[in-house]
């Protein structure tokens, strides 16, 4: 296999070492950086944050799924709405202007017809929050959904009152358990309806579940586990009952890979849970998750760098790769090993800047000094950053080398991650208030995550 051998290990040696992220090992969320570093996380920051305050409907509250789209993608929402308070704290709007935009967008959601038994379509109207013919598929997907969720009980912890109570309101209204397979006991992806103007009605679930390791099946189970209706609630095992398998890249740690191998699969229950060994500690198994995403940082900086000749977007500095636009509009999920996958949904060659925003946490002096380098990097002449002062909102979202191309949008799904983590790594406030909100504890607790770390050699 190209750039390293694959090895396959038991699931007993991911038991890992507290605090292996160099760096960030003790307290991720008070990670230490220069003044220069500083100065361009503060930039990235602030211009991902516009992409939400300004690609927001100023009726509904509802956030674009990506630049000159004209439908919401609810995750792209979630997102946006654990962004508001990382705006307020960082001084670029109000408290009192981003109050009124996360109750907009949150009344809007809860009158949604967009929903079955509490889940939301991927994608939803962009002024009213209900059905819409945009978007390349009309389900009702649980991942998007549980995105959307986790930025509500953000923004509910942060404004409480009436924000808070809109909040768990739409989170209560979940039925997580309706979307269990009787076959394999996971939760399945999407239910698609008979009519997808009639979310309510006649339809069937699609027959894939979240079945395989990756970061959307851990927010998933962990909250549907802290579902504050008991008969909506996954049962504990939804945390266990998944695939675990482990390799590793050449030389490097062993950990618990993803399906596609793609970056951002290790990112999103990161993004809104602390993880960390400030934080929850590891699960039932014994798996310390945060540990478990340094690893995977890594293999996939090794990887990029090893394949630098065969791609040249890769190098010493640019790595990160996860899915996004590629050359042609297309959207590619590229990863690499270990994986479950043998192809690529694209091939690889193309970059995408927030994968090594969505490492700062994990890997904070590789990353920064990847976006350093990809802040100032052009392509045939075109750069890859355009400011907010020029009408852009950063980094556009993925950039080849060899095609000559960069993408001219900019994906909600993208920015999230990439604005939230960074905020986690310098401040930890998306985590500190998911971790307060008393389902989230509840949930964490049936999962069987505790404080304590579990110490081996590996």
Not at 155 to 173: C, N, P, R, S, T
Not at 306 to 321: K, L, M, V
Not at 416 to 434: D, H, T, Y
Request: net charge neutral; glycine share 12%; hydrophobic share 35%.
């Amino acid at each position: 296999m190209d750039g390293g051998k694959y090895i396959a290990l038991s699931l007993a040696s991911i038991l890992f070492l507290s605090g292996g992220c160099g760096a960030v090992e003790t307290k991720p969320n008070q990670t230490r950086f220069s003044a220069e570093d500083e100065l361009l996380l503060e930039e990235i920051t602030y211009a991902s944050f516009q992409f939400f305050w300004k690609e927001s409907h100023p009726v509904s509250g509802l956030v674009r799924d990506k630049t000159g789209h004209g439908s919401c993608s609810v995750a792209s929402l979630g997102f946006g709405l654990a962004a508001l308070p990382i705006g307020v704290e960082r001084g670029y709007v109000s408290r009192k202007a981003a109050q009124e935009r996360a109750l907009k967008a949150l009344k809007t959601i809860k009158k949604s017809n967009a929903q079955h038994n509490g889940m939301y379509c991927h994608f939803v109207d962009f002024a009213t929050g209900n059905t819409t013919p945009l978007g390349y598929e009309s389900i009702a997907s649980s991942i998007d959904t549980a995105l959307m969720i986790a930025g509500a009980i953000v923004v509910g912890e942060y404004f409480k009152g009436e924000v808070k109570e809109l909040a768990e309101d739409i989170f209560a209204g979940v039925n997580w358990q309706s979307f269990v397979s009787p076959q394999n006991g996971q939760v399945y992806m999407a239910w698609k309806a008979d009519d997808s103007n009639n979310m309510a009605g006649s339809g069937q679930f699609e027959k894939q579940t979240w079945d395989w390791c990756t970061d959307e099946t851990l927010l998933i189970a962990l909250l549907g586990q802290g579902a504050p209706v008991e008969n909506h609630r996954l049962k504990p095992e939804t945390m266990t009952n998944w695939e675990r398998p482990v390799g590793k890249y050449k030389n490097g740690k062993p950990f618990i890979y993803t399906y596609p191998g793609t970056l951002f699969t290790y990112m999103f229950a990161h993004c809104f849970y602390d993880f960390s060994s400030a934080g929850t500690g590891v699960d039932s198994l014994g798996v310390d998750w945060f540990e478990n995403t340094c690893r995977a940082v890594r293999a996939n900086r090794d990887w990029c760098r090893d394949n630098s000749a065969r791609f040249p977007t890769y190098g010493q500095n640019r790595w990160g790769i996860t899915a996004g636009a590629g050359p042609g509009d297309k959207y590619v999920v590229p990863g690499h090993p270990p994986r479950g996958a043998a192809h690529d949904q694209g091939e690889p060659g193309t970059l995408h800047p927030y994968g090594a925003g969505m490492s700062v946490p994990f890997e904070p002096a590789d990353s920064i000094k990847a976006l350093k380098e990809m802040r100032n990097l052009k392509v045939n002449g075109k750069p890859i950053w355009q400011s907010v002062e020029q009408g852009g909102y950063g980094f556009w979202d993925g950039f080849n080398l060899k095609e000559d191309w960069v993408c001219d949008h900019v994906i909600g799904i993208a920015q999230g991650p990439m604005l939230l983590l960074i905020e986690n790594a310098r401040s930890g406030l998306v985590w500190k208030l998911m971790m307060q909100n008393e389902d989230v504890k509840k949930g964490l607790k049936r999962a069987g995550f505790n404080r304590v770390k579990i110490k081996t050699e590996n």
